[in-house]
């Protein structure tokens, strides 16, 4: 008997509190298979209310909670420590859209709901929520928010945090901060919103938030171009973003080691171009314009960009058919990767310009310590966010590759750390990364965010763990 | 003799320090005439280390410091308290351009830098820094960041913070934050630049700044309107937005009674329209597209809004200096008003679909409470930000309208407060508004904040009495 529980299940519900332990597996378990750590018990509160119910009740007990929503975390960021002594807790139940301001573009819904959901609701109401990345099917809005997601319109439109107005937050004592304004311009003290964003639920639990909408394109272009350096690629990137930054949406990248996994891995995948080559590039332009001629500003650049040597070959989509084709082969590469064996996964960043010393540099470090190793990087270059994931030499014990993980990875974060980069772009700390962030951030940025930490969850029960080192 | 001040002069040598009460006394006013408050001595380091040094003497001592940029702050952010014991940290020697980065668009600027030397710096390496405001040729960048300025480009570009990607500051305790990283995407802990955007000096003093840039736009195209109704405000503003929101970099309202104001009392303004309307709107667009055909886009919406109703008249600039004629009346109402006697000014925020009705009921509270009092709202009402100011009746005593201003700002607070809005959209907190703060942000959002004082400033001496009620 756990009387814990017992109390839970007393303000829940029996439906809002899991504890047997076919139930609460998949809480503890992260989809990369890093983590398998059992929580104590799941609860799933179907309001804010719930959730500050159980917040207090596990306040007064000083029993940890760790946020979970669609548990797609990179980094392990959702699951429980392993003592088996925390409570998950589950915003899955609070999956209401709450309201849609057209007018404004404002959009309020519930922590629980999925990121796809989000982007349907404000399709259905002619709005366009521009954030998009691989996990949205499954990823829900609290954490989203609550690791800053990034991906694809990041170029465009900001980081998640760019689009947040307002949230709500049940603090780790259990009083609700009603945060949920929508207001473009609001100056008054400090800006509580990006503290929670990207917090990694160790402030408090986001019960739900208010997001910036943008009106719906009406034309969207999508091009696949083969590229003869990566220097061509930056430079192809610089041309557009010159001639129309607001149309850039997407500026993807993918090594040619890349898509060659792709191709050899995927089935039914192809290269949209006649010839292969060095380095690729999805780009996606949109427009709200009725007179949007998407078509002459690419041509036009990639002209220029053919004549000055920066270009080998382009295609652009003539069906919607053939830009989800396009974007298929680049959301797949995770996929692709993990059928060629072991990898090991690097999400970095440096300033745009600084690309090509970072691969440069870190493919002469693979080729002197981990010989066979392959570079396959992609990623979002026009934010200088790579994927520097390396996967096993073909033919090579995957365990063996894998345990040299940690070694790699420092490796990597050292040639960033030279370059003024970040040693985690979009996926945050987690359970995984906390080592980093105790080795590559300062001492007073450290303390900094350990005395506000201390400040607002001063028991230490919300999320403990995650980002800093216990 | 001071001990304390004595000690700065050895570290910050003669020029570093001033003491002589003709040289210290415009640091203790503010340009609006509202406080007039002595310091103790100002300090004027020349680098981060020079600050740092001071802060630590300072707080050695407990001495109370307050971190001066332009002092340009409508709401007494940036002079000293009553008792004439604290010290005013000027940054304006700190004004060097570090580094542009042309290809990553970012510009690296201290803390005194202009912002317009940082606009003009940014033009130079052929970039564009979106940040405008009416006092940027004396406001400087660490003021603009630490009460994350707004202005006339928010609409397209974000305030301030939005624009900030790394920041170095001094603490409280004289530790140096190295947070100069010039990355679009860092998910590495909590988004400390985020707390010191807008935290109006009260955690620490920025001294330097890496700010995002845009491409430069290669036209423009600025129209002035005259509409029948605020709907038909709100009307025009949508189909613009929703035409081509990627080219609308403002949108800026003027109400009848401030253009009549205007066109008064500022020698050689004009009515740029045949006729007076009862609303006014001036439009800029602008594009980085060689093609970029703005006239026909504005044609365009301009001829279905005559069409629905929703506009009397329109005048689109043909020259450059008819454009700088638009931006002059608008830039001027405050001049303007100034003229007409004593006003009360509110600088509020509502979604922007309640625009309509903050007006409607502002104006019907004033004619019960004030008759007589004139409304002379203008602002940027694409963000939903609005200058509600109220200019004395004609004949009226101005002292004694005066008197009347904090009353008057809470009914308009009270309305602010029903509609969801905020009572400082972009001058944030200072000294003036403090009682608003304590007023209309909840207990836990304020327990929030003041934790988070406490943690980073324990002794409460930077910029003590600013935003928090002592």
Chains 1, 2 share one sequence.
Not at 43 to 50: E, F, L, S
Request: net charge negative.
């Amino acid at each position: 008997m756990d009387e814990l529980v017992d109390q839970l299940r007393a303000i829940l519900g029996h439906g809002g509190v899991l504890d047997a332990a076919g139930d609460i597996a998949p809480y503890g378990t992260d989809w990369r298979g890093l983590f398998d750590h059992r929580p104590r018990a799941v609860v799933r509160p179907a309001d804010t209310a719930g959730v500050a119910a159980a917040v207090r009740l596990c306040a007064a007990s000083g029993v940890a909670i760790v946020p979970q929503g669609g548990n797609t975390s990179m980094v392990g960021g959702a699951v429980p420590g392993t003592a088996g002594s925390q409570i998950v807790l589950s915003l899955a139940r609070m999956n209401a859209i709450r309201t849609i301001d057209r007018s404004g573009l404002t959009l309020e819904i519930e922590a629980g709901v999925t990121l796809r959901a989000a982007q349907l609701a404000a399709e259905a109401a002619g709005a366009f929520l521009p954030l998009s990345i691989s996990a949205e099917g499954s990823a829900q809005i609290g954490g989203v928010i609550s690791t800053n997601a990034g991906g694809n319109n990041t170029l465009r439109f900001g980081n998640t945090r760019d689009l947040v107005l307002g949230l709500e937050v049940v603090l780790p004592d259990g009083r609700i901060w009603n945060g949920l304004r929508r207001l473009r311009k609001d100056n008054t003290g400090y800006a509580l919103r990006h503290l929670f964003a990207g917090a990694e639920g160790t402030l408090g639990i986001i019960t739900a938030a208010v997001l910036r909408l943008a009106p719906m394109p009406r034309s969207r272009i999508a091009c696949f171009c083969g590229l003869p350096s990566i220097g061509a690629v930056l430079d192809l990137y610089r041309r557009l973003r010159d001639e129309d930054e607001a149309a850039l949406y997407a500026f993807e990248y993918i090594s040619g080691t890349a898509l060659d996994l792709a191709l050899r891995h995927l089935p039914g995948a192809r290269l949209p171009l006649e010839r292969a080559a060095a380095h690729y590039v999805l780009v996606e332009l949109a427009t709200t314009r009725r007179a949007g001629d998407l078509g002459a500003t690419l041509e036009t650049v990639l002209g220029e960009a053919l004549d000055a040597g920066s270009l080998d070959d382009a295609a652009i989509a003539n069906s919607e058919a053939q830009r989800l084709a396009f974007w298929s082969l680049r959301e797949h590469m995770a996929d692709a990767q993990k059928r060629a064996g072991a990898s090991i996964k690097n999400d970095v960043s440096v300033p745009v310009a600084a690309v090509p010393a970072l691969l440069a540099r870190a493919a002469d470090m693979l080729a002197q310590h981990y010989p066979g190793a392959r570079m396959a990087a992609f990623g979002h270059i026009g934010d200088g966010n790579i994927h520097l994931n390396v996967i096993q030499p073909e033919g090579a014990d995957p365990a063996r590759f894998e345990a040299q993980g940690d070694e790699l990875m420092e490796r990597v974060n050292t040639i960033i750390a030279d370059l003024g980069g970040s040693f985690s772009a979009e996926h945050g700390i987690g359970l995984l990364k906390r080592h980093a962030f105790a080795t590559w951030r300062g001492e007073v940025e450290r303390d900094v965010m350990l005395r506000i930490k201390a400040a607002i969850d001063p028991a230490a029960i919300m999320n403990p763990g995650k980002i800093f080192e216990p």
